[in-house]
């Protein structure tokens, strides 16, 4: 199975689009909404979560682990990468080598929580995929609640969004990279807020398309993934009352969550 | 000493409340920041954090538990009271018997985290304590990521205060119960958008001296608590970058937050 985890539900966007490319290809899924956001932890605890996310994913039969979180992919893909052998995939490369090669200037901007922005792990790599290009970056503390609260659309939402985006639009970005699962919900308050020339470039999306080009690339993990009967397992640290709506919003079909401790 | 515990450093609050009202006191003070916010989080998981924090408070000598985060009051204090043999003082009970005590018209507002408004305990508590009263209540997600964010007084946080207030302004309340540690500091933009007329009930100054009643009231358990020379220490499950300003703003003093595990 594929696993893939996850501060919270978020990353079931990624889980989605996964199933969408992907089809045939069983996924086993952990939003740790037991300890849920990471974003505003240290490295350290993150670090701590992702190892034992991780171990359960492992445990569950996964053969390949998708760090579906901005934050846990910054504070812990190095030391998860060193630690199992295991492919690790994260979703922030993905995102990064399109921005580098769809930018025309060479000025993009990157938005995330504070643990992402913060590990400086987009403009590093940025960096490399594409030397000397202007990277900007953003904390937006405040989306995560806001789409967690379903205030997609509010006049609030908005201005927030505006107020955010201001300095890299005075930076004239031309490519947006949304670097937190959440953020593709905003998409359609984002898109008019940055300007519609710039590009946005959606995490979730990005590293999906990774993720079937290395299965269309490699028959050997293609046949060890590959299993078109076996149902997809969701797991949560802990089931909240309004996180079957949400799991569903984002999902886009009813999904069951199954309950364990990590 | 006194042990209080919180989700965060929001029950700072009522540490500093605490020690200005009960000099000579000390506090041994446990933030769960690994597992910050409760308010999102299942009554059962609140619980089981509620209890692992209470037990490391023994452990430190703690011979009484105040419970200041409203969340784990709302979901866990029927449990601690029925598990511990120490006294646990809670921050609901007092805030209820003054607003019962000070409202004319009987009509109060409560507002707080989804975790507490769910739970009912307010309403509960307060027929108990004013049978026939009518009392209205909000959950206010929103507003504790404010609060962390620093945004106090911004023209967002102001708009969505309003938002969260205009129905139990539509009740004519006379009376608002503050139930949640971060909202005394958005006291100067609550005020004006519930009406003047409206009496603010802050449920972390009411904890404070309901516990310094308590105090002079019982001559062993002050005898057993009072240790003047003694400073109070003040622990938290994670240390994130932005901490140690938000402890200060919030205790009005520089603390020095120790790192443990729970």
Redesign the interface.
Known sequence: MIGIFDSGVGGMTVARAIEQLCPGFPLVYLGD????PYG???P??ITEYSHRNTDFLLRQGAKLIVIACNSAASAASVFLRNHYSQAIVDVIFPAVAKAASVSATGRIGVIGT??TI?SGLYEQRLQDARPGCKVYSQAC??LV??V??G?LEQ??TK??VK?YLRPLRDKQIDTLILGCTHYPLLKKTIGPRIGRKVQIIDSSVEVALHLKTMLDNDARLRSELYAPGEPSRFFVS?????VHALAENIFGRTVLLEKTDV
């Open positions: 909404l037991a300890r849920t505003s932890k240290s350290a605890m504070r643990a913060n503390p405040l609640p806001l967690e609260e205030w006049r609030e201005m927030i107020r802990d089931i909240p009352s309004p």
